[in-house]
């Protein structure tokens, strides 16, 4: 989606009286969202984008495992344990920001390790900026691995859930 079409989404949400607006175009994925400072009447709008978030094993991914490791890997005294499935598909993070596998502390965890998903079905959140972002299955399979532990900062494209994509 170009910028412009981004500040048109935007000042459309600025001028009517929609608290959000979400949109998908392309594998990509904009949330706009307006929400009002505590003793302010003005909104504040904060936006998202999202690019796909499926990659799919690939023969550059391959090519990759056969560079050089790095420090930390030359410092581990295990090596990696192999993968359960081959066939799997990486769930990754669409932005920077901090993992949550569930909506508040005392809330049970959005999946488990072999829960079966489906596209839509919310996975995680990822805090950017106090902006709270649910990241959706666009697949269905089951959950074989989940990659990252509960409140640590995640990087862009960095794999967070291992999928075994349900048989077509």
Known sequence: MKDTEIRKLVKIVEES?????????????????????SNDRHPTIVHSVSQPIIKEPSASTISESTEKPSIPELLSEESPAPSKEENCVEI???????????????ADPYVELNDHITPGKVLCIIEAMKLM?????????????ILVDNGQPV??????FRVLPDKS
């Open 17 to 37: 009286n929609i608290a959000e607006l979400e949109i998908s175009k392309w594998g990509k994925k904009i949330r706009i969202i307006k929400s009002y400072a």
């Open 92 to 106: 990754r993070s669409p932005m920077v920001g901090t993992f949550y596998r569930a909506p508040s502390p005392e």
């Open 133 to 145: 972002n649910e990241i959706e299955a666009e697949i269905s399979g089951t959950i074989v691995e």
């Open 155 to 160: 990087e862009y494209n960095q794999p967070l």
